[in-house]
């Protein structure tokens, strides 16, 4: 099979790293051109912490102009820093360009909406760079809820919370009014979404975590309304036990679901504690633990399914209105816009 002809376009984004080596990973699947280096037209904010050069040597480096008219470019991937994702990618999408952008989709709701019509409209294919959606133990929580497995659903709690990075990246924060929430809890409102669906209500609390300025949204909960359930949302840069003591906990009439750490990439399972108050969907009463194929990065898995996409072997995971519903949702959830 043909390998899909791709070029990352930006090296600012906090993921632009992760995902320029994933594509190295995968010479079978991808020829990846080279790279564009955003920091000649992005004027928005970047994290400088997250910026290593070095991972792109060897590579060609391309300007814009020319990775957008390159002869035989089969997709991108937009990894600009966050408020320029939008725009960066409906240049794309008005070339007809194949492209993963990452998050989040910008602080207002219009943009978006156009570039997943405008992708829609022209059959481009669109990915969302949201990282849970090639963890299988997210995966799994997703089929649970969906059918029933642990009964109807009534409590539903999840975290991205951290403490990595220093100084950069709090001010790197500081300049989003959604702070944390909009900029990690991104993707715990997409995996609450796809396993629930569309809430009825969705209140933001924005707070500075103890010693911050008021300004810096960096301890950031958000409450998502269903008609039976609470989806309790977090993100605060102050936890002592990292990323690695990030959690989720889903509980229902017929049993539990919880699992920490939530990734890893050392070799090792994540593992899953089911409690069954009954038998169903194959598991007895009881308590059960749920070891999942361990990963060898984030992105792989997800990106493994754009190329098949492009080629036309499969359909995306995802929708366009999935997506959109994820944003509209998103912006409440960070006190962006009010939600209807």
């Not at 990775?67 to 820093?81: C, I, K, M, Q, Y």
């Not at 990618?89 to 070339?95: G, S, Y």
């Not at 156009?114 to 997210?138: H, S, T």
């Not at 509980?251 to 939530?262: E, L, Q």
Request: aromatic letters at 10%; a negative charge.
């Amino acid at each position: 099979m043909e390998k899909i002809n791709i070029i990352q376009i930006g090296i600012l984004h906090e993921h632009a790293i992760g995902k320029f080596a994933t594509l190295k990973k995968r010479p079978d699947l991808f020829n990846l051109l080279g790279f564009v280096d955003e920091r000649s037209f992005c004027k928005t904010p970047w994290c400088p912490e997250t910026f290593h050069p070095d991972h792109y040597e060897g590579f060609r480096e391309f300007t814009l102009e020319e990775a957008l008219n390159f002869p035989g470019l089969d997709a991108v991937t937009v990894e600009v820093p966050n408020n320029d994702l939008v725009p960066t990618a409906v240049r794309c999408m008005e070339k007809g360009i194949a492209m993963h952008m990452d998050k989040p989709a910008g602080e207002t709701f219009e943009p978006y909406r156009k570039l997943l019509e405008g992708c829609k409209k022209r059959n481009v294919p669109f990915q969302m760079g949201y990282m849970f959606r090639g963890n299988p133990a997210f995966q799994f929580c997703i089929r649970a809820v969906r059918e029933k497995l642990i009964g109807e659903v009534f409590e539903f709690q999840a975290d991205m919370n951290h403490c990595y990075l220093g100084a950069g990246y709090r001010e790197f924060i500081g300049k989003f009014p959604g702070g944390l929430m909009h900029n990690l809890g991104s993707h715990l409102v997409d995996f609450v979404v796809a396993a629930m669906g569309r809430p009825e209500r969705v209140t933001p609390f924005l707070k500075s975590a103890p010693g911050y300025p008021d300004h810096l949204h960096n301890n950031c909960m958000a409450v998502l309304e269903y008609p039976h359930a609470f989806a309790t949302l977090r993100s605060c840069s102050e936890s002592a036990g990292n990323t690695g003591a990030r959690a989720v906990r889903i509980a229902g009439t017929k049993g539990t679901i919880s699992f920490s750490p939530v990734e890893r990439f050392d070799g090792k399972s994540v593992e899953i504690e089911l409690v069954m108050r009954e038998e169903n969907g194959g598991f007895p009463k009881g308590t059960h633990t749920l070891r999942f194929p361990p990963q060898r990065d984030r992105y792989e898995v997800q990106l493994e399914e754009l190329a098949r996409v492009i080629r036309g072997e499969a359909e995306p995971s995802y929708s366009y209105e999935h997506d959109l519903l994820v944003h509209e949702v998103l912006l409440a959830a960070s006190g962006l816009a009010k939600w209807a």
